[in-house]
């Protein structure tokens, strides 16, 4: 017997899988971007959501994974595949790096200090650093993906990459929810000195959570890279960083459903709007205010209670 | 050394109104606990309005002390008003809800904010008449002063200081002080928090409203969307001076406004903004809630 | 080895110039229900505090089994079995009551890094374990009926329940329990004494500060007295009870919790 929440998923998995069957190349592209987005705002949702650490610079973890296979690609010829690993492995290692010497920052003062990285991480690339950014105009050029002589080169490819990656991305959170890391996460989140006496350390689960966020949004980077075969600075700023953080925020923390929803509302919506060029983003801003007084806890919050089910079987 | 002397004296006119705009940011989240994202959105609004209220009462060529006078008095008027709206319409609702929910708000006002002044004054650069101030300046051994600067810096002291009074001396002050510690326990003694934090919001979106119509005297150009970037530095300025603490406000500006203009005297412009959060973070990571910040002991 | 679990010697704890605890030396058995009183801001939760990593004494040393343990982190406190519950109730409070249990299995928890991102037979093993015991600790309790319900929608008496029941998921060697019977009625107190006889019985260590004297002088092995951060009195409960210092601080204060 399937339940509700899992019949709409079904619904959903079928749409989504099918989804380029019926649409234009425009829209096939928005829905590549939509699944790489998704992607991106699950990362930002361990960090935010679960962690309940206050990150605004996201958008530079997905940056560090585009931008490494951009320069792999574009000026050491790596192979697209090639640069899967390390897109990944290096915005962990600079999470860590940067991240572990102010983990023990409070809420706001961590928040500045993340847009701080990024807006640091934008400067660089707009400086051309030792030549390999390519400046404000960024990198193009970027390959597509070659496996055995075939070429993974038209749009659907790449939909149905982004949407592996997405696949994947929501195996991690399941596996996290289900698992001590995420269980310690939601602990320093919801009650931090109740979660130190019960024997978990801030300091490591905090940055648990920022490692494996900023690696899926690197390997998400590097997807989005190959998508549109150019990088360029504006793609990974602050702005950029605020929209994950909205999206978690007016979504759902925590909520897999939660997060979709945001990121269809807070990416798609707009570009279902483009005409109103001047005025959306306007009645974009009425739209968050109003989600939040009417929905503090985002649009589909978060619900606890996710116990084995013998357990459920005493319980009312 | 004239170069430093030079730096000094811009560093402390910047620096005085990333202080007057700080101000704004650490009096509401001192009261409410909130980063209130749309305050330099209020700002650039303020440097508009200015703009217009001059350009519909005066015209380039007759500005007089009238002029001026009546320019800061009416934006900041104005302003005080959105900013008193903007807390009715977006935060209050809010109050009880958690905290990032507020923020979320907050982004969303700014982005209201400042949209709407693109609607109505266009998304191109607007400049403030030439000689809004007038253009006088002063060489003293090999540095120039201009009046615009002198107007700023000394405006923004006497409204510190004022600010400093007020909040230190007056029973209003008191009153917001006791909101700031604890609003449930200023509510027991008869407190009215929700008048304290109008109050809050008038004062720090005028002083906000000052510094915006002395950024378009300053740097002549503005645009719609300029109040992030100063929004931004004001808010890190906050932050360094340690967020809440009105002295720290101030100190925060005027260090930050001298750092900015020693490293793009000296260093780089390109750079600057990377200097300006590695400072951030440094000081960050020597004092976790800033230099006048409080350590705060949480009670178990 | 100290024939001593955990040994208190000369501890005093400062804030900001005001002496919270002063010169406070204590030890207690392997087994013991260890009791202490005093009135209100004597500074009982404040010791509880330094022995639990929270606040960090600025003078004196506290032994665990013979070694140091003063300035070392709450994690690792909890680490070294020594659990706590909180006078103002800490829980989880939108979690389920199962959920807030579990966190107490989290060092015990055999769970590897990579099991974050991707499942393993060893860890299908461990995490049915794990909730496996939450189960029996939810039996233990009485709590199997909310295994599911949010722990903030429960009632007061439930929640120290449920806080207990966390602290013991850890198997802890020392439980240290912070008036685990404020605001519960006859009945709940009843039944509360009578669960942590079981877990004496368990083999647990027990120090509590109790305002409840009749439930603190019958359970107590051992009692400490503080007033004003310093002992005044100590021994065992009959002792304690008559000693004029005691019974002075107690008329000498506003306090008048016997039947709270």
Redesign the interface.
């Known amino acids: 017997m399937m339940n509700k929440t899992g019949l709409i998923a079904l619904l959903l998995l079928g749409f989504a899988g099918l989804y380029p069957l019926f649409v234009d190349s425009a829209w096939l592209a928005v829905g590549t971007t939509f699944l790489v987005f998704a992607c991106v705002a699950f990362s930002q949702d361990i960090i935010l959501g679960r962690a309940g650490v206050f990150h605004m610079g996201h958008a530079m973890f997905f940056g560090l994974g585009a931008y490494t296979t951009a320069i792999l690609n574009v000026q050491f010829g790596w192979a697209i595949l090639a640069t899967w690993i390390p897109s990944v492995v290096i915005p962990m290692a600079c999470a860590f790096a940067l991240v572990a010497p102010i983990i023990h920052l409070r809420g706001d003062y961590l928040l500045v200090a993340t847009i701080g990285f990024n807006i640091i991480f934008i400067q660089i690339l707009e400086n051309d650093v030792f030549g390999l950014t390519g400046g404000p105009n960024g990198l193009f050029g970027i390959d597509v993906v070659h496996v055995f002589g075939y070429d993974f080169s038209s749009q659907i490819h790449m939909y149905y990459m982004a949407f592996i990656l997405l696949g994947i991305t929501l195996f991690i959170m399941r596996s996290l929810d289900r698992s001590k890391f995420g269980r310690a996460m939601f602990y320093i989140h919801k009650d931090d000195i109740a979660a130190q006496s019960m024997g978990i350390s801030l300091r490591y689960y905090k940055l648990y959570a920022f490692i494996l966020g900023a690696g899926i949004a690197g390997a998400a980077g590097s997807m989005f890279s190959v998508q549109y075969s150019a990088v360029s600075p504006e793609a990974f700023n602050v702005t950029q960083s605020i929209m994950f953080f909205t999206i978690v925020l007016v979504g759902g923390s925590a909520s897999l459903p939660g997060v979709l929803i945001g990121t269809f509302v807070m990416f798609v919506l707009p570009e279902v709007f483009r005409e109103f060029e001047t005025a959306r983003y306007l009645v974009f801003g009425v739209a968050m205010i109003l989600t939040m007084i009417l929905r503090p806890r985002g649009i589909w919050p978060v619900k606890f209670g996710n116990i084995p089910s013998f357990l459920k079987k005493g319980a009312k | 050394m004239d170069i430093f002397l030079q730096q000094m004296v811009n560093g402390l006119t910047i620096g005085s109104l990333y202080a007057l705009v700080a101000l704004g940011y650490t009096m509401v989240y001192g009261v409410m606990r909130l980063i209130n994202f749309a305050h330099g959105d209020l700002v650039a609004f303020s440097a508009f309005v200015g703009l217009s209220v001059y350009g519909s009462l005066f015209s380039e060529g007759t500005t007089s002390l009238l002029a001026v006078v009546s320019v800061f008095l009416l934006s900041a008027l104005v302003v005080a008003f959105v900013g008193v709206l903007l807390e009715r319409l977006a935060y209050r609702p809010l109050r009880t809800a958690p905290r990032l929910s507020a923020v979320v708000s907050a982004l969303g006002a700014g982005l209201v904010i400042q949209n709407s002044v693109m609607l109505i004054w266009g998304p191109n650069m607007k400049i403030f008449p030439t000689d809004f101030f007038p253009s006088t300046l002063w060489s003293v051994g090999g540095i120039v002063i201009t009046f615009t600067q002198v107007m700023i810096l000394s405006l923004s002291s006497v409204l510190m200081v004022g600010l400093y009074f007020f909040i230190n001396q007056t029973k209003i002050g008191t009153a917001i002080r006791a909101v700031a510690i604890d609003q449930d326990a200023a509510k027991l003694m008869g407190i009215n928090v929700n008048r304290i934090v109008m109050i809050i919001f008038i004062i720090g979106s005028a002083l906000g409203a000052v510094a915006g119509l002395f950024i378009g005297a300053y740097y002549r150009g503005i645009t719609f969307d300029m109040g992030w970037m100063y929004g931004l530095n004001a808010f890190v300025a906050a932050i360094m001076g340690g967020i809440g603490n009105i002295p720290g406000a101030m100190l925060g500006g005027l260090l930050l406004g001298l750092f900015n203009a020693m490293i793009t005297g000296y260093i780089s412009t390109q750079w600057a903004e990377t200097f300006t959060f590695v400072l951030l973070i440094v000081i960050l990571v020597f004092r976790p809630t800033g230099i006048l910040g409080e350590k705060v002991a949480e009670k178990v | 080895m100290s024939e001593y679990l955990l040994e208190i010697q000369n501890v005093s704890k400062l804030f900001s110039g005001l002496v919270a605890i002063d010169n406070l030396s204590m030890k207690v058995k392997k087994g013991q229900i260890y009791g202490i009183i005093g009135p209100n801001g004597a500074g009982k939760?404040t010791l509880f505090?330094c022995i639990?990593g929270?606040y960090t004494p600025e003078i004196g040393q506290i032994l665990w089994k013979g070694k140091d343990i003063k300035g070392i982190?709450?994690?690792?406190i909890?680490?070294l079995g020594i659990?706590?519950t909180?006078q103002?109730i800490?829980?989880?409070?939108?979690?389920?009551v199962?959920?807030n249990i579990?966190?107490?299995?989290?060092?015990k928890?055999k769970?590897r890094?990579y099991?974050?991102?991707?499942?393993t037979p060893a860890?299908f093993k461990d995490?049915?374990y794990?909730?496996t015991k939450?189960?029996e600790l939810?039996e233990f309790f009485n709590l199997?009926?909310?295994?599911?319900?949010?722990a903030g929608d429960l009632s007061y008496g439930i929640q120290r329940r449920i806080e207990m029941a966390?602290?013991l998921a850890?198997e802890p060697e020392l439980l240290i329990l912070d008036e685990p019977a404020a605001g519960l009625n006859e009945n709940e107190t009843i039944e509360l004494t009578e669960m942590i006889r079981k877990i004496q019985a368990m083999g647990v260590t027990i120090m509590m500060i109790e305002h409840d004297m009749e439930m603190v002088m019958s359970l107590s092995e051992y009692i400490t007295v503080i007033n004003f951060g310093a002992k005044i009195s100590e021994g065992v409960p009959s002792f304690v009870q008559a000693d004029p210092k005691v019974v002075e601080a107690y008329i000498g204060s506003d306090e008048e919790d016997e039947d709270a």
């Open positions: 939760t505090n639990t929270i982190s709450p994690y690792k909890a680490g659990l706590r909180f103002t800490r829980l989880f409070s939108e979690m389920s199962a959920e579990m966190s107490g299995r989290h060092i928890s769970q890094w099991n974050g991102i991707i499942p860890y995490e049915k794990q909730w939450v189960g939810m199997s009926l909310y295994a599911t319900t949010p966390r602290a850890a």
